[in-house]
């Protein structure tokens, strides 16, 4: 009788103990990564956050704050909270808020700091993964301000703990996420940005095929990664001019946050690019409207290429004066946010000369192909083209 109260005591003892751990105690040594409970109670919260709902989502991850106050995984995802709101805005005339990067990193130096506690404490899969995660994202950020050295800095960090997992050979998908951006992007910078190479040489050697693998599984198994694998993926087949992989997940990508500007501005731009003219145009539209009434995230640079795929439309359609409107806003948002040096204000520039060419204008037509030959390359084809119609002018 008394061997049985024992185990009874000894049994509530290490329930308590193991209920104490979830609640998130600096010493809980249980990875979250795979809590199915607390993955239900973050989902809406996280599909809010997408969905630019900022103080909706914002809210509930103060509540989840609480209930993992030790934990980094609350601080991290209000740091993602900040990261969108960074994002978009990005197409505003002067950009974000500099407050918002300060946060931003603030609050990415907090998870660190948190994480760095459970990760000594024992817990070295969620520690090892926040710690990764966050370095990860600044370096983002810091890449973004063309601040190499730092990013850099805070990029080979999030590797050294990237390793730490590998270590464990742990087959969670979230991890997957950070490996598949390594492998890709370490390779990609070197062939793109040659200058960076001397800091690229410091990381481990990448592989952008085994990248590609790994962030689709991210973006089909993972919980807290899905939706930014699913974005980098789409921007890589983007890239590598996988139309049709990217306009799929692109077109998924709206539909579930269609509040989210970013991910509509990328749909629109692939309906045009996989050939679907009056999709696009319909599309483009919708953000000019939202745009035009002042809706979070729909700036100057979304208005920018809308008026371009607008005006596509139009000139496909032989609608030369609606279509002249449209390139001619498409140029304007361009000078405005210093964006003619893009290949939608080459174009919007050649069609405007192009337009005013067959009308035999031949005065207008030449401001607009010299505006060309101004903004490209000399060995660039649309240079050629701009500089033949001026020689076949009257």
């Not at 520690?127 to 810091?142: E, I, M, P, T, V």
């Not at 087959?171 to 940005?193: A, C, K, T």
């Not at 990508?253 to 003219?277: A, M």
């Amino acid at each position: 009788m008394k061997l049985n109260v024992g185990k009874k005591i000894l049994f509530i003892i290490i329930l308590t103990l193991n209920i104490h751990l979830v609640k998130g105690s600096p010493y809980d040594t249980t990875s979250i990564l795979k809590n199915i409970d607390l993955q239900i109670e973050s989902t809406s919260s996280i599909n809010k956050m997408y969905n630019y709902k900022f103080e909706d989502s914002d809210k509930e991850f103060r509540w989840l704050a609480q209930e993992f106050e030790n934990h980094p995984l609350p601080s991290f995802l209000t740091g993602l909270s900040l990261w969108w709101q960074i994002d978009a805005q990005s197409g505003k005339i002067n950009g974000s808020p500099k407050e918002l990067d300060d946060k931003f990193l603030s609050r990415m130096d907090k998870t660190i700091d948190q994480a760095y506690e459970i990760y000594m404490n024992g817990n070295i899969i969620d520690g090892a993964f926040f710690l990764a995660a966050s370095y990860a994202f600044k370096a983002r950020l810091l890449a973004d301000r063309k601040k190499w050295t730092q990013s850099a800095f805070a990029g080979r960090n999030a590797i050294k703990y990237l390793k730490e997992i590998k270590k464990n050979k742990l087959m969670i998908p979230e991890i997957d996420f950070g490996n598949g951006l390594f492998n890709y992007y370490s390779v990609w910078i070197s062939e793109r940005y040659p200058l960076l190479r001397p800091l690229v040489k410091f990381f481990p050697e990448g592989d952008k095929k085994k990248g590609i693998e790994e962030l689709n599984n991210a973006s089909g198994n993972s919980f807290y990664t899905r939706t930014e694998a699913q974005f980098f993926l789409m921007r890589i087949y983007l890239g590598e001019r996988n139309l049709s992989n990217a306009l799929q997940l692109s077109k998924y990508l709206s539909e579930t946050y269609p509040n989210n500007s970013i991910f509509h501005k990328y749909y629109t731009q692939l309906l045009y690019q996989n050939g679907k003219v009056k999709q696009s145009y319909y599309s483009a539209s919708n953000i000019l409207e939202k745009f035009q009434s002042n809706t979070f995230g729909y700036n100057h640079d979304e208005a920018r290429i809308s008026h371009f795929f607008i005006g596509e439309y139009y000139y496909s359609q032989l609608n030369f004066d609606k279509a002249i409107f449209n390139y001619l806003k498409a140029t304007e948002y361009a000078s405005l946010l210093g964006k003619e040096k893009m290949g939608y204000s080459f174009y919007s520039y050649y069609y405007l000369g192009k337009i005013f060419f067959d009308r035999n204008e031949f005065i207008k037509s030449k401001i607009y192909f010299r505006k060309v030959i101004q903004l490209t390359k000399r060995k660039d084809d649309l240079n050629k083209k701009a500089r033949s119609n001026i020689r076949n002018m009257k």
